[in-house]
DNA sequence: GCGACAG
DNA sequence: ATCTTGTCGC
């Protein structure tokens, strides 16, 4: 029998994966590797069918310049744990996994759909994804699950602290004019103030980050072509 | 006890 | 997240 490593296990019922995050927390780096160079950059998702136990993850890889796809991977995991608010990771990040482990072109970043530290136990997919790849990464969600920020202005690059029970969890960020804001915060390997320049730098024109939106066309695109072709790269 | 609650 | 049509605004 082969020893888990903690960061990697999946078959816990809720409450451990409470206690799990609680033990992996201690582990997270909020601090990017010195002379960190963004080069390429990735997006991760999952879709899934309201009646079927299967989900399809993926992985898309973008030049850090250019935004354009260099790589991408997929996967099709039958779902075991459910949708529980504090607890995504432990849906989503073992259909990413097998994706990752898919993926040939390795990223500099990885910027998950959901949040980093702005969680209630500083442990959102984006630490625990960080984690599990050890690859430097950063939470982009379109909503917030902890947390309250103030006014922010309506021009694209605005910006307003995310702050949950005294602290600054993450960030509210206008990535384009006149439209909600993304929330974003650090994952593993990675501060606030990076993550934010990163984010803004992948959303120059929508208001999801490009490596967001190319993740769930293709996690979609492999949905809908019912998991035949999941293995393609 | 009541309300909130990433995707 | 997914289920779904049209509609308001730049």
Redo the contacts with the bound molecule.
């Keep these: 029998m082969e020893l888990q490593p903690e960061v990697g296990r999946w078959d816990v019922t809720p409450t451990e994966a409470v206690a799990l995050q609680r033990r992996l927390v201690e582990q997270v780096v909020l601090r990017p590797p010195p002379g960190l160079k963004v080069e390429r950059v990735a997006g991760a998702?999952?879709?899934?069918?309201?009646g079927r136990d299967t989900g399809f993850g993926g992985l898309v890889v973008l030049d850090a310049a250019t935004l354009v796809p260099v790589a991408q991977a997929g996967a099709a995991v039958t779902l075991t744990f459910p949708?529980v608010?504090?607890?995504?990771?432990f849906?989503?990040l073992p259909i990413v996994a097998e994706a990752w482990k898919r993926l040939t072109v390795r990223p500099d970043v990885v910027i998950f759909?959901?949040?980093g530290t702005a969680?209630p136990r500083r442990?959102?997919?984006?630490c625990h994804g960080g984690l599990l790849f050890g690859v430097p990464s950063i939470?982009c969600?379109?909503?917030?699950?902890?947390g309250t920020y103030g006014k922010l202005a309506d021009a694209r690059g605005a910006t307003a602290p995310i702050t949950h029970k005294g602290e600054v969890v993450g960030m509210a960020v206008r990535t384009r004019k006149?439209v909600q804001p993304v929330y974003v915060s650090p994952g593993h390997l990675m501060d606030l103030p990076t993550a934010v320049e990163l984010v803004l730098k992948v959303s120059p024109k929508y208001r999801e980050p490009e490596t967001t939106r190319h993740a769930?066309r293709l996690?979609?695109a492999l949905?809908r072509a019912g998991g035949e072709a999941a293995e393609l790269e």
């Design positions: 998702d999952i879709s899934t069918e309201k949708y608010p504090g607890l995504l990771s849906r989503e759909d959901g949040q969680h442990m959102g997919i984006a939470g969600a379109k909503s917030l699950l902890v006149g769930h996690v979609n949905r």
